[in-house]
Structure formats: C-alpha cells, structure tokens
C-alpha cells in the first residue's frame, strides 16, 4: 500500500509537470522601452487551477476517518515494513528549491522575475500559504499517525515544499526544460518522506501539495510589478 501511495504522488507529480509544460507560455512580457529589458509575467488560466484543485479534492476526499480507509491502511503498512523509519531530511528539503532559485541568480543565471519583484513575490506566496495551513489544522484539529499531536491536516512541510517548488518552476522553467522534474521531484520527495515518518496521511500530503501550489500560484497571478512601472504588458507572440 505504502507503493501505491508513492506510485499516486509520482503520477500526480507527471500530470502537473505535463500542465507546468503546456502553460510554458501562459505569460505576459513586459517590455521596459527605457532598459530595453523584458520580464515575463505569469498570468491566469484556468487549465492551471486544474492540478491543485484535483491534489486538494482528492485529499479530502481519502480523508476518511474508519478502520478501512486508505490512508489509514497506508499507516498500517508502513508500521509493518518501516516501524523505526525515520529522518530529518525533510525539514531542510522542503526549502532547497528556493535555495536554488536564488543559487542560480547568484551564478548569473538570470531568473524570470528582478530580485526585488521576486523576493515580494515569495513572501506574498509564503504568507498565502502558511495561512491557509495554519487555519486548516487549527480547525480541523486531526491527530497524526503517531499520535504526536493534532497537527495532522494538511502537512505544512509539503505545502512548503510545493509553494517553493512553484516558486523555483515558474522562475526558470523558460530557461531550463527539465526544471519542473527537478523542483516538483523535491517537493514529491518531501511528501513521501512526511508519510514515511509517520507524521502524515497520504489526505495531508495531497491537500498539502494544493495549497503551495495555488498559493504561490495566486501571488503571481495578482503581484503588480511596482518596481518595474515604466514597460507596458504585450502578449508574446505564438
């Protein structure tokens, strides 16, 4: 069970870098006729709410609280095979992409968004996102697998693995081709080792994965560029 519930995040993972791919040229450019600069904009669609509203759904819906229900099946396999697993690599992975996104830049790999419309950004996503998570788990107030506290719903480590996922994907995926694999394969592995620790149900990690992804989603969709006022918004051609 624990295999198919890896299988699930891995399958889920393909389908939204697929959409990640198709939405490649879901942007606007904005053109600074004083600089001669362009900075691409990430704008609304709605193919892009499809993957965060399918993980969210899903999540709810294998929420179920009996005997039988699958997350609590995927538990009890893991306590069978992995009863002494355990590892604290998830509470750094789940930062490493933003890491990297600002590694890059360093480098002189110029990113999508400047610096200053960037790190706005992050933090508009980040705060969208711990809010909703922080909600969530106060008012469903669902114990964890192991028992450790009633902090279960949604995981928090995923939900910021997915948010710094999106962040790192939308700021170098026009550079790099392979960039969804590398940052949507961290923020997987962040939510198979969350179950794998038995701090989360596989309903936690999906609905976890939702809300970093809308989250940092919706801090594009709306940031204004205040920083960057002087170019005008063209649609780039097909």
Known sequence: MMKKATFLLLL???????FAQVNHHSCIINAD?????ETLR???SFNQLYIPSFLIFS????????????KNEIVEERNEHWPKFNTQVDNYLQFT???IAYGLDAFGIKSQTDIVNRTAILIKGE????????????YTHIQRPDYSNYNSFPSGHTAQAFAAATFLNEEYKRTF?????????????????RMANNKHYISDVLVG??????????????????????????????
């Open 12 to 18: 889920l993972l393909r389908i939204h870098i697929c």
């Open 33 to 37: 006729s004083s600089s001669k600069k």
């Open 42 to 44: 990430t704008r609304f």
């Open 59 to 70: 999540g709810i819906a294998l929420n179920g609280s009996g005997p039988e229900a699958i």
């Open 97 to 99: 992409p933003i890491l």
């Open 127 to 138: 705060l969208c996102m711990m809010a909703s998570v922080s909600l969530l788990k106060h």
């Open 177 to 193: 081709k392979w960039m969804p694999y590398v940052s949507y394969g961290i923020a997987t592995s962040v939510g198979v080792l």
């Open 209 to 238: 994965a939702g809300i970093g992804i809308l989250s940092m989603k919706l801090s594009y969709w709306t940031h204004q560029y205040k920083w960057n006022k002087k170019g005008k918004a063209i649609k780039p051609p097909l």
